[in-house]
């Protein structure tokens, strides 16, 4: 597995848990709004990646008892060739794992999730479908993504959709996303934020404007008793 860095505890991105997240370096989409260009843009992530060595279980041995989790998140990381062999081994040592996925690889998150090595899957849903390629970057198998949701929401013991709600995405479009999944778990709406220190996948995102936090909560307001949890998110 290729691996642009390790952040060894997270109470953030496993909600009730104490976490590490492994972001693997790679990824099919190229979302103009995404502050991770060195984990998405190959030029940038032959730079910043490299193998995910013995060490890392090693050190994952040791935390035991402090950490419960263990987060495998993008990147994309359903394009690691190993990650099936990652998961089943970081599963042998007792942890929770969580995956971050596109969701472009329905058949890979299906063997996933009948194997039992991921307990809880987050799911991001770029765009209403007939815009998915811009907010994407990318020519997107709109069957993929669907096939993903409904797997998802059929096998996952824990999961969540979320989307970024970028620049060019209204709050119809929103409501739009909404009824495309349906119902289920969790859903939540994450602000876009321009970051200071970092650069995006294009930089001419950073000068455009978003739906505001009110009108995210506005939203959630109309979409709150279609999902078990949810809102929105900073």
């Known amino acids: ?4 860095g390790v952040q060894w505890m997270t109470l953030l991105d496993y ?10 370096a790679g990824c099919n989409f190229r979302c103009p709004f995404c502050h991770n260009p060195e984990l998405v843009l190959p030029e940038l992530v032959s730079q910043s990646s490299a193998g995910l060595d013995e060490s890392f279980f090693t050190e994952l041995e040791a935390r035991k008892g402090f950490l419960d989790a263990v987060v495998i998140s993008g990147g994309e ?3 690691q060739p190993d990650l099936p062999k990652i998961l089943a081994r970081i599963k042998s040592l007792g942890y929770l794992i969580k995956l971050d996925t596109n969701g472009s690889r329905p058949d890979l998150i299906h063997r996933i999730l009948e194997s039992g090595w991921v307990d809880f899957v987050a799911m991001d849903i770029k765009a209403p479908p007939d815009t998915y390629d811009e907010l994407s970057g990318s020519s997107v198998d709109i069957s993929a993504i669907e096939a993903s949701i409904a797997t998802i929401a059929r096998l996952a013991p824990r999961y969540e959709f979320r989307t970024t709600v970028a620049p060019g995405l209204s709050q119809d479009d929103l409501i ?4 495309w999944i349906e119902s289920g778990q969790g859903y ?3 602000e876009f934020q321009v970051p200071v220190d970092k650069a995006l996948v294009d930089e001419g995102y950073r000068d455009k404007t ?3 936090r009110d009108d995210l909560e506005a939203v959630w307001d109309r979409l709150r008793d279609r999902f078990d949890s949810g809102g929105v998110r900073g």
């Open 1 to 4: 597995m290729i691996v642009g």
């Open 15 to 24: 909600p009730d848990h104490i976490a590490a997240t492994v972001f693997t």
């Open 77 to 79: 990381p359903t394009l």
């Open 176 to 179: 739009r996303i909404a009824d």
């Open 188 to 190: 939540w709406l994450q």
């Open 210 to 212: 978003a739906l505001r």
